[in-house]
């Protein structure tokens, strides 16, 4: 079984940082695309970015040279560094990824969310 366990949010001055976490763990035989959504209430998810196994980045408008996304593959962990968090970056945040098991399944799997609140 195979799953993505998220760390990181919490509450933050608006122009503070944030760095988000995102491991996979279990019958992993290799991860395709990982990346970084959010929800904000009343909204529908968004992606906030992502990045391919071969480490090609793609953001959001919103948060572009504000956020940077990192994977460690000897890890299986991806990274969302925020900075100048500003207020409507609060939502909650989820982890995604493409992963395929020893038996060559992929699953399009989904953190449980992490909150990220931005006040001062």
């Known amino acids: 079984q195979v799953q993505l366990v998220e760390s990181g949010g919490g509450l933050v001055q608006p122009g503070g940082s944030l760095r988000l976490s995102c491991a996979a763990s279990?019958?992993?035989?290799?991860?395709?695309?990982m990346g970084w959504y959010r929800q904000a209430p009343g909204t529908q998810r968004e992606l906030v970015a992502v990045v391919t196994s071969g480490g090609t980045t793609n953001y959001a408008d919103s948060v572009k040279g504000r956020s940077t996304i990192s994977r460690d593959n000897a890890k299986n962990t991806v990274y969302l560094q925020m900075n100048s968090l500003k207020p409507e970056d609060t939502a909650v945040y989820y982890c995604n990824a493409l992963i395929a098991d020893w038996n060559l399944v992929e699953y399009d799997l989904w953190g449980q969310g992490t909150q990220v609140t931005v006040s001062s």
């Open positions: 279990g019958s992993i035989f290799s991860i395709n695309a």
